[in-house]
């Protein structure tokens, strides 16, 4: 009994959180499907999604065993945008969180805050990736809409994800970026202004503001924030940044940002 319990025990590594963690189900056995991955070469991370069954009482008992994690979300994720394009105005509970999946802020934001939103307008996902059957409940319709899954169960070998270097990235560098992407989306109109960013990344309008003031800062310190490395930034306190972007003067606002550097060492 013993060695039972200690087979049912998940490896530690299933705590990683996927996209879809929490609404996933086998299709092929009702079962709830875990998010987990493992390592090659401390390199290479293959990310999974594994039905509990199989993993509890052997892959020969649920032919759906696990399916490659980053394919399973990029299917989800399109066939969310392609039906929501046309349905989005039937689905007034989660219009926010619809308008931030289909809009081009989408693709900025930290995978914490696009699980939030997914789980907003899905209630539950259904995949068996044998029969290529891909099935999602959405929260305001209650009904289950099936597409085809386009995936397969080989091996997906995927380098470290742009959004998981991007959470090693200093906090300034992040905010910085992000409001030249702003800048950009609300000069071809896809955003209307500060407001509206908040709302479709979840912030608060003063977090908004200060990201953008930012944009103030001379050009040289927006380059060397980009371009600097993590360990130099990370010293370095937000506030004080944003506090320099109120200067108008350039050269003051450089040897502010020295004075800076040289205090946070």
Same mark, same amino acid.
């Given at each position: 009994?013993?060695?039972?319990?200690?087979?049912?025990?998940?490896?530690?590594?299933?705590?990683?959180?996927?996209l879809?963690?929490?609404?996933?189900?086998?299709k092929?056995c009702?079962?709830?499907?875990?998010?987990?991955?493992?390592?090659?070469?401390?390199?290479?991370?293959?990310?999974?999604?594994?039905?509990?069954s199989?993993?509890?009482?052997?892959?020969?008992?649920?032919?759906?065993?696990?399916?490659?994690g980053?394919?399973?979300?990029?299917?989800?994720?399109?066939?969310?945008?392609?039906y929501?394009?046309?349905?989005?105005?039937?689905?007034p509970?989660?219009q926010?969180?619809?308008?931030?999946?289909?809009?081009?802020?989408?693709?900025t934001l930290?995978?914490?805050?696009?699980r939030?939103?997914?789980?907003?307008i899905v209630?539950?996902?259904d995949?068996?990736?044998?029969?290529?059957?891909?099935?999602?409940?959405?929260?305001?319709?209650?009904?289950?809409?099936?597409?085809?899954?386009g995936?397969?169960?080989?091996? @997906?070998?995927?380098? #470290? +994800? $742009?959004?998981?270097? /991007?959470?090693t !990235?200093?906090s300034?560098?992040?905010?910085?970026?992000?409001?030249?992407?702003?800048?950009?989306?609300?000069?071809?109109?896809?955003i209307?202004?500060n407001?509206?960013?908040?709302?479709?990344l979840?912030?608060?309008?003063?977090?908004?503001?200060?990201?953008?003031?930012?944009?103030?800062?001379?050009?040289?310190?927006q380059?060397?924030?980009i371009?600097?490395?993590?360990?130099?930034?990370?010293?370095i306190?937000?506030?004080k940044?944003r506090?320099?972007? @109120?200067?108008?003067? #350039? +050269? $003051?606002?450089?040897? /502010?940002?020295? !004075?800076?550097?040289?205090?946070?060492?």
């Amino acid at each position: 009994m013993a060695q039972y319990k200690t087979d049912r025990v998940q490896a530690e590594n299933t705590e990683f959180t996927g996209l879809l963690t929490g609404i996933l189900k086998c299709k092929a056995c009702g079962s709830t499907m875990i998010h987990t991955y493992t390592m090659k070469k401390k390199k290479f991370k293959y990310r999974y999604y594994v039905c509990t069954s199989a993993q509890k009482q052997g892959i020969s008992y649920c032919p759906n065993r696990s399916i490659p994690g980053q394919l399973l979300e990029d299917a989800v994720v399109k066939r969310l945008k392609d039906y929501l394009a046309n349905k989005a105005p039937t689905m007034p509970v989660c219009q926010t969180e619809i308008e931030a999946l289909l809009s081009p802020v989408w693709d900025t934001l930290f995978p914490a805050e696009k699980r939030r939103i997914i789980k907003q307008i899905v209630k539950e996902i259904d995949c068996n990736a044998d029969t290529q059957r891909l099935g999602i409940t959405f929260y305001d319709a209650e009904v289950r809409q099936e597409f085809d899954a386009g995936i397969t169960r080989s091996r @997906f070998k995927k380098q #470290w +994800k $742009k959004e998981e270097q /991007l959470q090693t !990235e200093p906090s300034l560098r992040r905010s910085l970026l992000l409001a030249h992407q702003l800048r950009r989306l609300m000069a071809d109109g896809t955003i209307t202004g500060n407001k509206h960013a908040a709302e479709l990344l979840g912030y608060n309008k003063t977090k908004i503001e200060h990201n953008m003031n930012l944009l103030m800062l001379a050009p040289a310190i927006q380059d060397e924030i980009i371009n600097a490395t993590p360990e130099a930034l990370n010293i370095i306190a937000e506030y004080k940044v944003r506090d320099l972007s @109120f200067e108008v003067d #350039w +050269k $003051k606002q450089s040897d /502010l940002w020295r !004075e800076a550097k040289r205090t946070a060492l």
